[in-house]
Structures are given as C-alpha cells and as structure tokens.
C-alpha cells in the first residue's frame, strides 16, 4: 500500500501543548504499553501493522520536517512543502515524490489521508480496500465514505448512488445546518473525511494538465510559484467518475481539548494530584512541578513549558483568540538531533536545557548577538568551535563569543545547559556554515 | 510603643506559594502603590504609620531570619527561637531580649500580636491603646477582644464583666460550636484574637518563677532545655487581674486561599488571561509563562515554581493533606542575601537562577558531593574561591569542584545561573568556613 498523509499546521486549539512548531499532531498524550505516543507515531505504528510494507509519505512543510525525523525516525518518505498553496499542489507534489524518487509506478494506487485521525486497526484495513477499489479502475478516485454518528455541521456529506458497500458518488454537499444534515443522514450520506484513493497516473496527468513541469525536482523548485487550488475545487468537483466506499468503524477527529480528552485512556498524564470530588477532570501536566487539582468539575488543565490552561471542557473550544494574543518565545520544540526547553528568560539572558540524541548533532552555527555558555550535565560528545576539534564531558564548560561558529556531536545521549547572553536573543541570529575537513 | 510580632510556622495550607521556608506571611500578594507586599510587609508598614518610633521584634525560627531581612532590611529586631518551644518560652525569651538587648525597662508595656492579622490602620491604634491601658498598671495583661461578626468556630471567647470599652475579664472559652458561639455572642462575648499587652518586668517574673535563667542569652543558650507549655496555661489561665479592651474594627485571619482571595485587590496577579464567562475566579501565577483560564466559577488557581493548585474555593480549605504527600525540594527561596530559584531538576543536576542584592554575599562554603559552575548573567561581583580573590562580570564562568571553597560578593544587583552536577545534590550538603583576612 502506497500512503500519503496529510501533515496540517500548528494548531493553536491545543494550546499550550500545541505551539507554532509543535502541532497537535506531535503532542503525545497517548498511552502505548509504559510510553506515550503523539497522533502521528500511533497513526504510523498502526500502518505498520495493517501493512508492513507500507510505503508511507508525509507531505509537510519545513518547520515540520524536525519533528517528524525525531518521532519517526529517518526511514520515513517526507515530501516538504516549500511553502504554502493548499491541497492540489501539495498532493500533486507528494505524488510526484512517489513516483520520482520514491519509483512507484504510475500504475499504482495510492490513498491519501489526514496525519492524525483518532482510530482504531478496521480504519487501516478500509485503507487497503480503498486501495484495491483503485487499482480496479472502476473509478479515477475512490473516497472514504465514514458513517455518521449524529448530524454533525462540521464535515462535507457525501450522497452515494447506492446503499451497496462500493457505491458511484451521486453529488457532494457542504457542510451543513444540523436539520440539513438530519435530511441528507436520513438519504444515506456519509461523511467526507478527506480520505480517498487514485491511481499515481491520474493525478500526474491531472498535475500536468494545471501546471507546466517536468518531474517532482522542478515541481518542487517552482512551487512557490503555483496558484493555491484546492485538490477538492481542480480535481474532485469536475470529475465524474467517483466512487465511495463506506466505513463504519470509529473514527474521532481531534482538534479541540474537548474531543482530546474524549480519547485519553487516563485522566490525567503526568504529575498529577486530584482529589475524590473531581468529576469528568482531565489534566495533562509536561511540567516537572506537580499539579494538585481539587473540586472542579468538566475541567482540563494543561501545563507545559508554554503556559497553563484552566478551561470548562466546554469553553475550551474557544481558546483561539485568547491565545493569539499570546506572541511568545517558543518555549520547547523537538529537533531531528533531539530537543530543547527553555528554562529560564531574563531580559538579557535565556537559559536553555538541550539534549542531543545519540549519534546526532546540530548545525554548524553561529550568532551575531549573542554569546553562548555550555555546561555539561550528562553524556560525552565532540565539539567543533571555530574549526577546532574537541571532546566534552560532564561538567565541561565551553564558551562561545558572538561570531563564534560552533556544533557539538552526541557521542552518547548528550544533555547541556545552554546559557544565552546578549541585549538582541531571537531564534532568528543564527547562521549556518559549512563544515570543512 | 514595644511590639513582639509572633511569627509562626510553614503553611501549607497556601501552597503553592507557600513551603517548608517559605511561610504564608511572606507571600507578596497586597498591591501597595504599584508593588506588591507580603503580610509581613504590609503589618510592618502599618506599625511604622501609627509609631513610627515603635521597636518592632519579631520572635519567630532560624529559617525565617533571611526572608524577614530580605522582606524588612536589616534594622528588625529578631528573636530567634533555637528550636520550638510553643509561647510561653517564645514569649518569654522575646520579652528578655526586649529587656536584655533592646535595653527596653522592665516598667515599659510591650503588645504581643500575630505577625500576619490583615487589618487596617485602626487595629493599630488599638494596639497603642493597649499598651497605654498596660501602662496604667490596673491590670497584669490586657488583652484585645475582637467584636465578632458571627458565630465562629475558629476562635476562643472572652467574656468580659462589663459592656465599657474597657473591662475586666470574667471568663474565656474555648473554641466553641456554632450554637454555643451563638450564647456567647448574645452574653457580649468577645473573640480573642491572640493580641495582649503586660509590662516587661511581669512576663519576665513569670519566666524566673518556671524557669531557672540569669538573662537573655542565658535563656537563648539553655532553650532546646525548656518545657513546651503555651503561654494560655502557663500564664493567663493563672492570672486573675486580666482586662480586655475592645476592637470593632475589620480583622481578618487569612490562613486559606478561600479567605486569601476574600483580601486581595485584583483577581489576577501575574500573566493571566480570563474570558468573560469566569465568574469568582482569583489567578496567582508566580511563573513566567501565562495562564489561561476559560468558563470557570468559585475557583483559585495558583501557580509557582513549587508546583500548581486548581481548585474550587471551598474545597481549597482541604490542601493539606495532599500537599503533605509532596516531598519535595524548595524551588524558591529568599534569603538575606537575594533569594534563587530552581529552575530545571534533572537525575544528576540541578539549574538555579541566583540573584544577590547589591552589597550582600553568601556565606563562605563547599560542597562535598557535587561540582559547581556559575555563569554571570548580569551585575558584576568579586569572588573568593579556594582563598583566592577574582571579579565577574557578565559572560564570565566560574568552575568549582566539590569540596572547593567559594562565595560572592554583589557590587551591583548579581544574577548568577549555577548549574549543580553530582549524584547526590540535597541542600545539606553544605559546609560554612571561616573567611582567612
């Protein structure tokens, strides 16, 4: 099975677990065995299982591309967004990816989906079958058609010709009032999940059709310069060869605190205190102080590096505005060499726990305003300052002066305190510089 | 006017803002112009508007001495208590250091109130009336008697002979029910609120009389040796010339968040958001990232390097027991010097924001189980390690390795990040040295 998922922005909904480069999809609220896992690490693990051979690509932007080598590993297939231009350029480009550099042949079939649905393993295996509907050819898209649960004003309907499992699609509908949605429910509509499956070819003649290019490198190279146009709006509306296939397994989209804590196995996720009058009370604490939680009821509480929220589960639907508001440091992000918390921030100072992966290292880098401290505090590794080679060990102490370039390697799992001192501290002053041997 | 200012132990009640060293008096919670001050604080500035000549002792622990000089400067009289005793010997050796240190006449009054009433300026007026009404030698103790505003549970009763202003005292009664309060308040009885006046040479008869001791530093030397017994039974259940005057004024005894939030000001401090539909809601948030809070009703929610309490005001009352179960490090302290605060606890290290106030310095000492280094993040000092003289200004690292002998001077306001690394970091470790001129 050929998959594209769908890697969609920061969400602000989540906050404070979810910030400007850690979206909802990265916080890993779920319980897998002793560990947790985010959205994206249980989608993936559970198509891993349905299909071992799964070739799976993730079309993101950059600011994502971190994240996903951190929690996936580096075997997965990115195809990253050079920027932004809604879902046909950047289907177009992920297909493009498979069959160019990934070589899947145009014959093939491939489904694409959201990164982050709240699923169980029947969802996967609909996957598969929407697949092989696809490589019938009966039809140039297959869709996931998801049985409704209640007449929700949050998703497109889709009205299928038949009640049969497999179905041509009769017509589309936007998302609609309540008492509409009761009338298309009661035809027999399903849900339009973004879910649906095509042959590599189609949408490459499609692409081609819309945009002059060659193969997937000058896609990518002139993406900054194509029209955004919805995959929905310049391939789903004018086609009329489309079919649905029904899946009535459970399906959750989570995208509020609300729905979030629906699909929590717990109510609480680390240290946590609540007492007996607590009622329908869920708290997710990333913080290392404890939080003690009495009285409340419908209540989540979220703490992170980032802020705390205190909201009726019910008002939490409505955190956006408030948090916009919030323009802050980006107080803790996942790099694909490891991570890094701010821990402390002063008017001329920012003090920074980092911890490097085994084997992983950062950039070679510099800073115009700022200089920097290391302290060691747990690991070894090797250091490249200003072009010379050195070894570091726990409690070593480097520094660095504005303009000096630096990187360390992570000879074991390697953890620093990272002093920063300067008037101008922005994630911005950085630049990087080529390695010479 | 003399004043002993009873300052009693750690609350948990308050936490989190409230710890083993850090008591509630001293949490900085009252606006006052555009700062805000402690209970401390604030009493101590009400003293000085009523008499402005008055001599202030405060009879409270050890671990409380840095946080009243850094709270109150350096000129407050203290009489330390070696250990606890319970009142009678607090009393007594605060009463021998009036006399012994302070060089007050045993024929001089002294009032003896809590360190943390939230009264306002008439309170204080009453306490001089109390000291004037020892003066006149009618009575061996004069006693404040609180008019009550209902049937407390919380309180002892005094019941007076008479209805003047001033009376002598017919009876007390212990902290009655709801009902029984009821009786006394229609009898005219009076809440005692722990607040009496005595002339010097009494209390200090009482103590020879109970206790074998030649002055105030003998008492001082021989303390751990003392009986525990309350000044109540030792004292004023014995004593039979015992006035009361009456307060009418507003008094209140903040002892929970429920009455803490009753007393402040504003409903947040700190970096807090709230909507419009939270109702009775009251935020502290000691911590450098906001807190959202969203369609919340009858709730404090407080939050400090110590940990974070979210809870329905009324069940706010019942912290304790939780807070017990919590053993932890202290994250934040003031100390005579400044004050620091634990901003990252990892398994072998620890990373502390340290601030000196200009013209202050640690004690001199080492550690014998972890390494140290101090990164300057502002203001400028001298140090002395290992005997041996340096300056630090900002940027500069200083390493010390267990069993190294250091300390620094602030020539200016000094903020140090001082990284702790060994394998067993606790606050014991810690050994004070002579410094060699």
Sequence with gaps: MNLILLSGGSGKRLWPLSNDIRSKQFIK???????????????????KKADADAVVTIATSRSQVSAIHNQLGDSVGISVEPCRRDTFPAIALATAYLHDVQGVSADESVVVCPVDPYVNDDYFECLKALCEQADKGEANLVLMGIQPTYPSEKYGYIIPKT?????????????????????????????NGGVFAYKIGYVLSKAHELIDFKDYYDLFAKYDTLTKISFDYAVVEKESRIQVLRFAGEWKDIGTWNTLTEAMDEQSIGDVMMNDSCENVHVINELGVPVLAMGLKDVVISASSDGILVSDKESSSYIKPFVDKIDRQIMFAEKSWGSFRVISVEEESLVINVTLNKGHFMNYHSHQHRDEVWVVVSGSGRTLIDGVYGSINVGDVVKMKA??????????QLKLVEVQLGKDITVHDKTKHAIKE
């Design 29 to 47: 609220l779920f319980k897998n065995q002793d560990d947790y896992e985010s959205m994206v690490q249980r989608v993936y693990r559970q198509i």
């Design 163 to 191: 009640d049969e499992r497999v179905s041509y699609v009769s017509t589309f509908k936007e998302k609609p009032d309540v008492k509409t949605a009761e009338s298309y429910i009661a035809e027999g509509a399903l849900w």
């Design 403 to 412: 303009g000096c370039k630096h990187t360390v390697f992570a000879d074991t």
